[in-house]
């Protein structure tokens, strides 16, 4: 599949369709099943005897333009207009703190899991055992951050984000992939 060609809606294989941006929130969810499957093979890759080139392709792909993108529109938008919206009894700065921690923690081994992906692409070698180890807690992050994202904060989003917020919030997705903005929620 080429880098461009989203995937079927659903399939987590490949980037999220552009064509659901005017539902922020289901393009979200969409990237996150993206970002699980990009977990199962980082999984694969950890567990396999040799490197498997074309996994290793598409996860630094996926790491080097879907992963920065993906995490703008929550920190710069989601999470902020959440904090706004919601009420105390939502508890959502807890909810919060715990998804950045996680999103912090894979962050700070993003540089290493990049590095090893590249190196063995680049040299045709394998991973080594501590490549494995910090591809594994990387991994497990993703994970954590997303369980708290989708069972907490996307249905907490939908019951108090606006029209107009998710209006706003698809024009600035769009924006942040180049595309024109302003077509409706």
Do not use: Y
Request: glycine share 8%.
């Amino acid at each position: 599949m080429k880098r461009s060609e989203p995937a079927r809606r659903g399939s987590g294989q490949g980037p999220t369709d552009p064509g659901l941006l005017a539902r922020p929130l289901d393009f979200i969810s969409e990237d996150h099943l993206r970002e699980r499957q990009i977990c199962t093979e980082i999984d694969r890759l950890v567990a396999a005897r040799t490197f498997d080139r074309p996994a290793g392709v598409i996860i630094l792909r996926f790491l080097n333009e879907e992963l920065g993108v993906h995490l703008r529109d929550e920190v710069e938008d989601l999470f902020p207009t959440l904090a706004r919206r919601c009420t105390d009894e939502d508890s959502i700065a807890s909810v919060l703190g715990r998804i950045r921690h996680d999103q912090d923690q894979a962050l700070s081994l993003l540089p290493s899991v990049r590095g090893a992906i590249a190196n063995c692409l680049d040299a045709g070698a394998n991973l080594s055992s501590e490549d494995r180890e910090v591809l594994a807690r990387f991994a497990a992050h993703v994970r954590r951050h997303l369980v708290a994202e989708n069972a907490i904060l996307l249905p907490i989003a939908r019951a108090r984000l606006t029209r107009g917020d998710l209006r706003r919030l698809a024009d600035h997705m769009r924006s942040r992939r180049g595309l024109p903005t302003g077509h409706g929620v």
